[in-house]
């Protein structure tokens, strides 16, 4: 299952389901006799709080959507530093040693011999570090921004399924205009309860995905590797 795809999909389901509800409490208000004003006066109050209920719960929702990640996208990125970076930079670091050149021989001294074993090591130093403090640690905070992107999905799925039953439910005690106050209540109880589940994965995954990528950024620098040694010339 791909989880934007099963977001997406809800988040038409919950929309289709409000407006259902809309359409049921225009309609039972619309035909509200005189004598159960009262009933009006307390639909009113409580129409008000869910409205605002709703505008907040769609303006993080929207944000959310404007921005979506893609876990797939950011395991592809992983593999590929991994693949193309931190393999191949370890498979070349064994190879750049003075055991593994033509020139490591006994025979062979002097100041030029001492440059250009020592410059070998140099290489090999930075292809090691490009691989070890840089490449390796890329891969770790990828993998761990793709597992909280799951967690956050995860988490935003249950409280957009939440909200439907919520208002499902809402829908069900609505079936007369005396129980319209009732479904109201229902609906914004459990839409409470939802918005705060969102805002609080929304905090964990915001300051999860704040700590990967300062992890990034931290790999590259903190591994000096700023410019290629040079080669004996």
Request: aromatic share 8%; no cysteine; net charge negative.
């Amino acid at each position: 299952m791909n989880l934007i795809d099963e977001i997406l999909r809800l988040v038409q389901e919950i929309q289709n389901t409000w407006q259902r509800f809309v359409n049921l409490v225009n309609g039972a208000l619309s035909s509200v006799p005189v004598f159960l004003q009262w009933v009006i006066d307390s639909v009113n109050r409580l129409w008000e709080q869910v409205v605002q209920m709703w505008n907040d719960f769609w303006e993080g929702v929207s944000d959310f959507l404007s921005r979506f990640g893609d876990p797939g996208a950011v395991a592809t990125a992983s593999a590929s530093w991994t693949s193309m970076v931190s393999q191949p930079a370890g498979e070349v670091a064994a190879t750049v040693t003075t055991g593994q050149l033509s020139a490591d021989d006994d025979a062979w001294s002097g100041d030029a011999a001492t440059k250009y074993r020592t410059r070998a090591g140099e290489q090999q130093a930075t292809i090691s570090a490009i691989r070890d403090e840089v490449a390796t640690k890329v891969v770790a905070a990828l993998d761990g921004m793709k597992l909280a992107m799951f967690v956050f999905y995860g988490a935003l799925i249950a409280a957009i399924l939440a909200l439907i039953g919520a208002i499902i439910g809402g829908l069900a005690s609505s079936a007369t205009i005396v129980g319209i106050p009732a479904g109201i209540v229902i609906i914004i109880g459990a839409g409470a309860i939802a918005i705060g589940a969102i805002v609080v994965a929304g905090m964990v995954f915001s300051g999860t995905a704040d700590q990967r990528a300062s992890e990034m950024r931290s790999a590259i620098t903190s591994a000096k590797v700023t410019s290629w040694p040079e080669f004996v010339v």
